[in-house]
Structure formats: C-alpha cells, structure tokens
C-alpha cells in the first residue's frame, strides 16, 4: 500500500472509531437515565413500593419471555462439567 492509501485508512479507522465511542457513551448516558427513573424516581411517587418493584419486575418478565419467544434461546457457548 501506498503511504496515501494507508493515511486515508488510518484517517477512516479513527473517524469510525471516533462515530463508534459517541454512539455507546450516548447508549450509557440513556441507559443509565432510564434506570435511574425506573428504579428511583418513579417509586418515590407510590404509597406501596413493593408493589410497584414487583409490577416493574412482571412487566420486564413478560418482555424477556416475548423477546425469547421471537428471537429463540440463546445458544450456550461454554460446555458444562
């Protein structure tokens, strides 16, 4: 390769990278905002908490069964002893 060729490489490998790292910061920022609403914003507006943990929990059940349901099991990787 050219030293050209390997500089826009260079340059597009970071660029990518650069695309790649704003992406999952802004995943972590939401993520991390949703949970804090869930799990403590949110409770602080309900007389019965406990209620309100085991309702949040049904519904995060019943959304991994669906996903389950749609997408199948996930396969093992590791092998059991």
Do not use: D
């Not at 650069?18 to 993520?31: D, G, K, P, R, T």
């Not at 991390?32 to 519904?59: G, Q």
């Amino acid at each position: 390769m050219t030293t050209k060729k390997s500089f826009h490489l260079l340059i597009n490998g970071l660029l990518l990278s650069a695309i790649i790292a704003l992406i999952s910061v802004l995943f972590l920022a939401v993520e991390t905002e949703i949970t804090a609403l869930f799990w403590e914003i949110i409770p602080k507006y309900f007389a019965r908490i406990e209620l309100y943990y085991f309702v949040l929990c049904l519904v995060g059940a019943i959304i991994l069964i669906l996903i389950q349901k749609s997408f199948g099991k996930v396969h093992q990787t590791a092998t059991r002893q």
